[in-house]
Structure formats: C-alpha cells, structure tokens
C-alpha cells in the first residue's frame, strides 16, 4: 500500500511538472509574438505570477533562478506600463514586486514598493487597494518591528473599510490588528475605531499624493493633503 501511495504520490509530481512546463512554454511563446506594449506587459506579469511559486521548488539552483526571473518580469512589466503611463498596471507591478521581496524578507524593498502602490490607489481613489496597501505596508512593518506605524496605517485602513461599508475589509483588519497586538502581547481585544467619530461622516475623497514616492508618505486623512512626500516622475522609472 504504501509503495502504491509513493507511486501516485510520484506520478502526480511529474504530471504537475510537465503542466507547468507547458504553461511556461505558452507564455514565452506569446510574449515572443507579441509586439504592442500594452499587451506584452500583461503577459510579464502572468510569467511573474508563473515564477512567484519559487517556494514550492525545492531545488537551490532552480529556485534561486525564479526568483531572479520573477523580478526581471515584473520589472520589464512596469517598464512597459510607466512607458504607456497605465497607472493601473503600474499599481499591480508595484504589488508583485512588493509580494516578491516581502516572501525574501527584503523589507526595505517591499516597503518602498508598497508605498507606490499605496500612492498610486489614493491618486485613482481606489479605496480596495488604498486599503490593501494600506495593510501590506502594516504586515511589513509589524515584521521589522515598526509597530506605531503599523497601527497607523490599520487604522487608516480600517478608516476607509467603514467609508466603504465593506464588512470583508473590515474584518480583515481586524485580523491584522489582531495580528499586531498578538506581537505587542497586548490581551483583550483591539481599538476599534469608533463610528460615530467625526471622520467616519466625512466622505471619502481622492488623498493628494504623488505618481512615485520617496519616502513612508502614508498619512491618516485628517492629514495627508497637508504633508505630501517628495516625489520622482514616473518617465524617469526603468528598469531599476
């Protein structure tokens, strides 16, 4: 029974091997075809997504060679989407990219890109990925142990959960702030923000912010049109 169990076990390995073999192969092949920036820049990111899953190999080499392909990829991605001044692929590079170096514990990385994200929805207004960045940035700098900021951006983030009426985000605050008191060893439960609060009457309106951002910018609302952050143009983004 148990050689039967090895041999399925080893039989489901290869048949996954060569279905992700294949789907890398479609990938390449189109990317090659493929001439318009605006479409090659979409299958970038799907060959970043294809080699983000390096934590699944267990081979040094092979491993070490996905990374390294997952960056290339999501930066010719945002290359492609800053030359066409696509904001929204801009957003979703800069998101790979600080997924990417997040999972290799390169916090300094993924907290800049973070922050680009972050600026990025609050100059679209989209408040969902105002939101997420928002608790990315809290997730990184709940790691390197940068809890009040931590706790300023959930609380931003849970600011603009009750603007939206998301219960989903809400709660997945929450957890975060779960999460961070969990670090801080507080008991009991979470501050919570109040509702009735002067700010959670106030309608949410686009945050001022610049295209590229140099430094930690994210405010809570009160306060961000009153503080903005030093700022590159985005023409002058390559390849970095």
């Not at 290869?14 to 090659?40: G, I, M, P, Y």
């Not at 809890?147 to 939206?164: F, G, P, T, V």
């Amino acid at each position: 029974m148990k050689k039967l169990f090895t041999i399925i076990t080893l039989a489901i390995v290869f048949a996954s091997q060569f279905v992700h073999a294949d789907e890398l192969d479609s990938l390449r092949k189109q990317l090659k075809k493929t001439t318009v920036d605006s479409l090659r820049a979409p299958i970038h990111i799907k060959l970043v997504t294809f080699y983000m899953r390096y934590d699944t190999v267990s081979n040094p080499l092979k491993k070490s060679m996905y990374q390294n392909e997952a960056q290339i990829n999501c930066f010719q991605a945002l290359h492609l989407y800053s030359g066409i001044n696509d904001t929204t692929g801009m957003r979703i590079s800069f998101d790979k990219l600080t997924q990417l170096f997040y999972k290799q514990k390169k916090y300094s990385q993924a907290k800049w890109y973070a922050l680009q994200s972050n600026n990025l929805s609050r100059i679209k207004n989209d408040v969902p990925n105002i939101i997420a960045s928002l608790q990315q940035l809290a997730a990184i700098k709940t790691d390197i142990k940068e809890y009040k900021l931590a706790e300023r951006d959930l609380k931003e983030a849970l600011y603009w959960s009750e603007q939206q009426k998301s219960a989903s985000a809400k709660s997945s605050v929450k957890k975060d702030y779960a999460r961070l008191n969990k670090k801080l060893g507080k008991k009991g439960n979470p501050v919570i923000a109040s509702q009735k609060s002067k700010k959670s009457k106030q309608r949410v309106k686009p945050v001022s912010a610049p295209l590229i951002a140099s430094s930690d910018s994210t405010t809570t609302p009160a306060s961000a049109e009153k503080k903005p952050v030093k700022a590159i143009s985005a023409k002058k983004l390559a390849v970095l």
